[in-house]
């Protein structure tokens, strides 16, 4: 699969740009964990389909593209910058307006935490994170709790005693939601208390 964008240099300068529209500095670990964060997001969101062609591995301040935080260590470079889809604008938008924020430490633990049950992510030892290890992180729940199938047999039906200790059931009639924070919540509709006509 191609990714959505010819280079990852075009990603970089649109968070640049956004963050100086916004009259924010972006600190160079924090535009490495957004880059991430980006093509995380986007894995999950579209089956696995890259963002940008990049690579990352992580270490132990956080995950990076080498040769973006080489390219990028004396400040802008000058290279031709190309248009970025309306599509992947949209997105990138909302993964701004989602993490803006956020400085490199806080970033750099909400990576940690989605991705605790990753070899690389626990070892930190510059190992690559794969894109099947993104998806994983950040997919829905639903795509976490499947197990891998093979792609001819009968169909394995989840049951809900099979889910992952650590995510609890929701009560009867509520949904799994994320807040800001990427905490987990059950949520479901607000009905107003009934008062009694008692005199």
């Not at 995380?40 to 973006?68: E, T």
């Not at 989602?98 to 990753?118: F, S």
């Amino acid at each position: 699969m191609s990714p959505a964008v010819t280079t990852s240099y075009d990603i970089a300068f649109w968070f640049l740009d956004r963050a100086r529209k916004d009259d924010s500095y972006l600190q160079p670990r924090a535009l490495q964990c957004l880059l991430f964060l980006a093509q995380a997001h986007f894995a999950a969101a579209y089956k696995g389909k890259r963002l940008m062609p990049s690579v990352f591995v992580i270490d132990d301040a956080g995950p990076l593209d080498p040769n973006l935080y080489r390219m990028f260590e004396n400040g802008r470079p000058t290279v031709t910058e190309f248009p970025i889809s309306e599509g992947v604008v949209v997105f990138l938008d909302a993964i701004w307006r989602r993490y803006r924020h956020d400085d490199a430490l806080r970033l750099e633990q909400i990576i940690a935490r989605a991705g605790r049950k990753e070899r690389a992510v626990e070892q930190r030892n510059g190992a690559e994170i794969s894109i099947a290890a993104m998806r994983r992180m950040f997919g829905r729940d639903e795509e976490k709790l499947v197990s891998a199938e093979p792609e001819r047999g009968p169909k394995k039906r989840v049951e809900r005693r099979e889910l992952a200790d650590d995510i609890k059931l929701p009560p009867s009639g509520a949904r799994i939601m994320t807040l800001h924070t990427g905490k987990k919540v059950a949520v479901k509709r607000w009905m107003p208390a009934r008062k009694s006509l008692q005199e």
